[in-house]
């Protein structure tokens, strides 16, 4: 039950586009649809922006989505605004367990 | 709305136990898993475990086993999560969030998180 892999940092203009990986292994990411995603600012509790890999819950902007390909799940933020600068976390269901990733801190230059 | 309230900050010393509340509003408590996740001071999440309102049925992440009891009031939709044999690396802020429909698999697709409640441990 080793903690997902995620780059530590990922950065991008205003505007642009970034995406942030996460890598797990045949028994997490690889054996199971459940992926999430969740935005964090300082302080503040974790927000859920994508669940079962690709869908947005109700009021999530379109600009974030998600995908999976073998054993790696990506986060992709269309049109960097400044409020996207937060740590993001992956998340993965594991025989009967769950997991999360090591946490990307997102800059907008 | 969906609302999760947990209990208050907690200091204890190395070697204790704590146990943490987290009360549920806004939809009906047996049907959904509940999680607990923790941060340590500027690090990352990490999933402890989670239980089924309706069942009491729990599972933890391995490195808790043995150390965590997850319960629950459904009287009162209140759920519980008891650290014991506390150090200095259990310091941290310990949240409840609210999983998956109960008749669904356990993921930590949480969608709903508590304020969280901050833990420290120091003699």
């Known amino acids: 039950q080793s903690a997902l892999t995620q780059p530590a940092s990922v950065s991008g203009s205003p505007g642009q586009s970034i995406t942030i990986s996460c890598t797990g292994t045949s028994s997490d990411i690889g054996d199971y649809d459940s992926v999430s995603w969740y935005q964090q600012h300082p302080g503040k509790a974790p927000k859920l922006l994508i669940f079962?890999?690709?869908n947005r819950p109700s009021g999530v902007s379109n600009r974030f989505s998600g995908s999976k390909a073998g054993n790696t799940a990506s986060l992709t933020i269309s049109g960097l605004q400044a409020e996207d600068g937060a740590e993001y976390y992956c998340?993965?269901?594991?025989?009967?367990?769950?997991?999360f990733g090591t946490g990307t801190k997102v800059t907008v230059l | 709305q969906v609302q999760l309230v947990q209990s208050g900050a907690e200091v204890r010393k190395p070697g204790a136990s704590v146990k943490v509340s987290c009360k549920a509003s806004g939809y009906t408590f047996n049907d959904y898993y509940l999680h607990w996740v923790r941060q340590a001071p500027g690090e990352g999440l990490e999933w402890m475990g989670w239980i089924n309102p309706n069942s009491g049925g729990t599972n933890s992440a391995y490195k808790f086993e043995g150390r965590v009891t997850m319960t629950r009031d459904t009287s009162i939709r209140t759920a519980y999560m008891e650290l014991r044999r506390l150090t200095s690396d259990d310091t941290a802020v310990y949240y409840c969030?609210?999983?998956?429909?109960?008749?669904?698999?356990?993921?930590?697709?949480?969608?709903?998180w508590g304020h969280g409640t901050l833990v420290t441990v120091s003699s």
């Open positions: 998340s993965s269901y594991t025989n009967s367990r769950g997991v």
């Open positions: 969030a609210r999983g998956p429909r109960e008749i669904m698999i356990p993921a930590p697709t949480l969608g709903t």
């Open positions: 079962d890999v690709s």
